[in-house]
């Protein structure tokens, strides 16, 4: 077994928390940052280079076992398979993958959003060429067997293939001098290297075998001129620490990263790419560029781990027999976008230009709704305390009618159910442009203000093109208790009321008319705020009448004068 270098660091999470054992070659993560691992079966030890820095643990194991946990600076986590409960970490093999999340200067962080703003990212990749924010995640990963409570970490090393075996002079290993040949080599029939290897071993239809408890071939480039590709690799089968992962993987030897990893147990045709360049994920047969299969919601991750300045934010695309959606990991595996089965064609359609289609495929607005039959079309805005409706009420032909086109529509309440709506509220005939206020049907006039039942019916209101002032219900079979107004003195009140020009603050300039208080203080009637055309009106009929009733006097007077 190879020897690996352990440092005192203890690490604390959660209920139920775990131990970490590092795989070989994942010691080095950069020239500046470090990470040393060594277990037993009751402790984890490990010294993090830069010690102040932030990172990001992530353990995935058995039966969908998953967790993940930002460490601050300067924290020391301690890791046990038991939690305080006296619960234990089910068996079996479990990786885990710690991040550096690097430190962002304000200037940066600044420069990052407006490149998330504009989408000018050259300013992202001058800072990445200089080292300002780290090209790639700085990433050390191992892993770690939990048996019956214990995690696995012997350190004995195995002689051959099965220690218990009794071994006959045959099947002594082999240990000689180099043999070196200098020209080529060939082998007419299998080749078997490695400390396990045995005379007269079956190979069966094996063409080459390596057999020892450390499985590795090394790709040693030595060119030496800087215009030729050196880069070194090395094909890993396994860990060589007990209780470690079992694998085979792709490293790039030289840069110090695993970049390929093949799990043991692994379902059948995990990646699976057909001779047209297809790529299967749990499939032999894909038949699109990417196809995933899976028994429930398969799932696509977006996780942007903050390694480049950004801020981390994680998000899924996933589907199963209830929906299609985008779910929002980060703020609470919130589903902020969702599609039905059977939804049809179109459902949402967006334009080149822009437009916005909702059952249609050809918008010409920005926002243009079709449902596609010739049932009415309604348009619902739900709101917590309540919903407006903005609803389709063409009842001759049942074509459904256009906002742009002739109809009557009207638009009124909902309850928080959509089961309940109000009986009145505003409508809107677009066949001669009536409007009707606080009333359910079709208005006569320009604009019609109803108390609450047809647009037609009493009381009401409404106003037509060229007129000055509203037309009311007044018909005194639509009133009752009427007792008659006499305010004495009414022409010298109306007097001591002047008429002033003014402009309004923060409003219409170079106004004529009367000030609300004065008017208030006279008459005592009305708001010291706002004043009613209505009773202005009233006042001066009253002093029309206090007038003519002088007349009638003086005419009176006169008549007995001349007689």
């Known amino acids: 077994m190879k020897r690996r270098s352990c440092f005192g660091v203890v690490f604390l999470f959660s ?56 460490f601050a600076r300067g924290d020391a986590p301690t890791l046990s398979a038991h939690s305080a409960d006296g619960g234990v970490l089910a068996n079996g093999a479990y990786t885990y993958e710690l991040r550096l999340i690097p430190e962002i200067t304000p200037e940066i962080e600044t420069a990052i959003k407006m490149a998330r703003e504009t989408g000018d990212m050259s300013e992202i990749e001058e800072l990445k060429a200089e080292g300002a924010i780290p090209r790639f995640a700085v990433i050390t990963s191992g892993n770690f067997t939990v048996e019956a409570g214990t995690i696995l970490n012997r350190a004995e090393r195995e002689l051959t293939a099965d220690p218990e075996d009794t071994l006959s002079a045959n099947d002594i290993p082999i240990s000689a001098a180099d043999i070196c040949y200098y020209d080529d080599l060939i082998v007419d029939g299998s080749l078997c290297v490695g400390f396990d290897c045995t005379c007269n071993m079956s190979f069966g239809f094996d063409t080459i075998v390596l057999k020892e408890n450390n499985l590795r071939i090394f790709f040693d480039d030595t060119s030496t001129a800087a215009s030729f590709p050196r880069n070194d690799w090395r094909i890993v089968a396994n860990d060589s620490a007990n209780g470690g992962a079992s694998y085979l993987g792709v490293e790039d030897s030289t840069g110090g990263r695993r970049v390929f990893t093949l799990e043991a147990g692994a379902p059948s045709h995990s990646l699976f790419v057909d001779d047209g360049g297809r790529v299967g994920m749990g499939t032999s047969t894909p038949s699109v560029e990417i196809h995933t299969v899976d028994g429930d919601t ?19 695309v996933a589907g199963n027999e209830t929906n299609f959606f985008v779910r929002d990991v980060t703020s609470g595996s919130t589903l902020p976008f969702r599609i039905r089965p059977g939804a049809p064609t179109s459902s949402i359609d967006i334009a080149a230009d822009g437009d916005v289609g909702i059952g249609t495929s050809s918008p010409d607005y920005d926002l243009d709704i079709d449902n596609g ?4 079309a309604n348009f619902v805005v739900r709101g917590q305390s309540g919903s407006m409706i903005l609803q389709d009420q063409d009842g001759g032909g049942g074509a459904a009618q256009h906002l742009v086109n002739a109809g009557f529509w009207r638009l009124r309440g909902l309850d928080a159910s959509l089961s309940g709506q109000t009986a009145v509220g505003m409508t809107l005939d677009l066949t001669d ?9 079709a208005a006569d006039h320009d604009l019609v203000i109803a108390s609450g039942a047809a647009c037609t019916g009493t009381p009401r209101s409404w106003i037509d093109a060229g007129s000055t002032s509203f037309s009311t219900s007044s018909s005194r079979f639509f009133k009752e208790n009427l007792t008659a107004i006499n305010v004495a003195g009414i022409l010298n009140k109306i007097g001591q009321v002047a008429v002033y020009s003014y402009d309004f603050v923060d409003g219409p300039q170079d106004r004529i008319g009367l000030v609300a208080e004065e008017f208030h203080q006279i008459f005592g009637r009305g708001s010291d705020q706002e004043l009613s055309g209505h009773e202005v009106q009233l006042a001066l009929w009253m002093a029309v009448q206090q007038l003519n009733e002088r007349i009638i006097e003086l005419e009176a007077l006169l008549l007995e004068k001349n007689q």
């Not at 991750?301 to 899924?316: N, V």
């Open 298 to 316: 398969p799932t696509l991750r977006l996780q942007q781990d903050g390694s480049s300045g950004f801020a981390p934010q994680t998000w899924d």
């Open 15 to 70: 209920a139920v928390a775990v131990c970490l054992t590092a795989a070989p070659g994942t010691a080095q993560l950069t020239n500046e940052a470090t990470i040393g691992v060594g277990i037993d079966p009751n402790s984890v030890e490990m010294q993090l280079a830069p010690p102040d820095a932030r990172y990001v643990l992530s353990i995935a194991g058995p039966n969908g076992f998953s967790f993940q946990q930002e």
């Open 373 to 376: 039959t010739s049932s009415a």
């Open 433 to 441: 442009s009536d409007v009707g206020i606080n009333c359910n049907s």
